[in-house]
T-cell receptor
Framework: AQSVTQPDIHITVSEGASLELRCNYS??????LFWYVQSPGQGLQLLLK??????LVQGIKGFEAEFKRSQSSFNLRKPSVHWSDAAEYFC??????????????FGGGTRLMVKP | GAVVSQHPSWVICKSGTSVKIECRSL??????MFWYRQFPKQSLMLMAT?????????EQGVEKDKFLINHASLTLSTLTVTSAHPEDSSFYIC???????????FGPGTRLTVT
């Protein structure tokens, strides 16, 4: 069974600083990988996804992530953080199943706080 | 495109009553819908997967008689929490997918508080 680990429960960065959120996965085949962001009391918004092809994926809001098969990682990065980026971030691995859509397993999440 | 709505956004009910949460795909037909539960400061846990016209598939440990899921059309799925108890208080999130290789589109969530 697949699993996702986000080693950092909380991260605090200063506004304007760079950001990297770590994600490691365990999956037998080529994974479908996702990063979602959740603001308090809200649903999930997709930042970016990796299905195949270029291992560096660009997403919305200036985020990018790099798939590294050798390290089983899919870390999320942003060169300059804005105060509005403060939220909970979830990494997820998807498994395509017949008649079950693309089933997701989520990591535990990383809460990002941004200092002014 | 790919908008999913949930209703209500929050609900308070008394212990022992039942409450229904609706999940709708507004601009696409959802072959599969998913229901998740999220406790405060925790991740999303998949409760069940439902395909239109079929019985839902529940994850291990989720009581199917307590959490009734109906997916009667390609745009609507409902989750009914029967005989709710305070420990059922949680944030319930649905998502919808158009097919096996399609991503999931998430609703805004419903916060249930059982008093």
């Amino acid at each position: 069974a697949q699993s996702v680990t986000q080693p950092d429960i909380h991260i605090t960065v200063s506004e304007g600083a760079s950001l990297e959120l770590r994600c490691n996965y365990s999956y037998g085949a080529t994974p479908y990988l996702f990063w979602y962001v959740q603001s308090p009391g809200q649903g999930l918004q997709l930042l970016l996804k990796y299905f195949s092809g270029d291992t560096l994926v660009q997403g919305i809001k200036g985020f990018e992530a790099e798939f590294k098969r050798s390290q089983s990682s899919f870390n999320l990065r942003k060169p300059s953080v804005h105060w509005s980026d403060a939220a909970e971030y979830f990494c997820a691995v998807g498994e395509s199943k017949v008649d079950a859509g693309n089933m997701l397993t989520f990591g535990g999440g990383t809460r990002l706080m941004v200092k002014p | 495109g790919a908008v999913v709505s949930q209703h209500p956004s929050w609900v308070i009910c008394k212990s022992g009553t039942s409450v229904k949460i609706e999940c709708r795909s507004l601009d696409f037909q959802a072959t599969t819908m998913f229901w998740y539960r999220q406790f405060p400061k925790q991740s999303l846990m998949l409760m069940a997967t439902s395909n239109e016209g079929s019985k839902a598939t529940y994850e291990q440990g989720v009581e199917k008689d307590k959490f009734l899921i109906n997916h009667a059309s390609l745009t609507l799925s409902t989750l009914t929490v029967t005989s709710a108890h305070p420990e059922d208080s949680s944030f319930y999130i649905c998502s919808a997918s158009q097919g096996a290789l399609d991503e999931q589109y998430f609703g805004p969530g419903t916060r249930l508080t059982v008093t």
